[in-house]
């Protein structure tokens, strides 16, 4: 079965530039995959999707904790940097 890139959806060809996600196990072409953000603390292979949701999981650990120590207008910016992102994913 031909294995496709989640990244940039082109076949992958040769297994050994193969790398897969330690979440999902989606293959990914080891250069499309070279960026750092794509990379756990122990510097495990994530695709991009597993990448946001355990961004998201730490940011829920900080917020959930440290909410409360922001000013104002310290959450406005956080709250116009998630309303960036809402933008780019449903747009
Ligand atoms: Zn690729
Ligand atoms: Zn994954």
New binding site residues.
């Given amino acids: 079965m031909e294995k496709k890139c989640v990244i940039c959806g082109k076949p992958i060809e040769d297994e050994t530039q193969m790398v897969k ?1 330690t ?4 293959v990914m072409h080891k250069s499309c995959s070279s960026d750092e953000a794509l990379l756990d603390a122990e510097e495990n292979n ?2 991009p ?2 990448a946001m949701l355990a961004a998201l999981d730490w940011f829920d650990a900080v917020v959930s904790t440290y909410a409360t120590t922001l000013t104002s207008e310290q959450k406005n910016d956080i709250v116009a940097r998630l309303k960036s992102y809402i933008g780019l994913l449903e747009g």
């Fill in positions: 996600c979440v999902c196990g989606a994530l695709c999707y597993d």
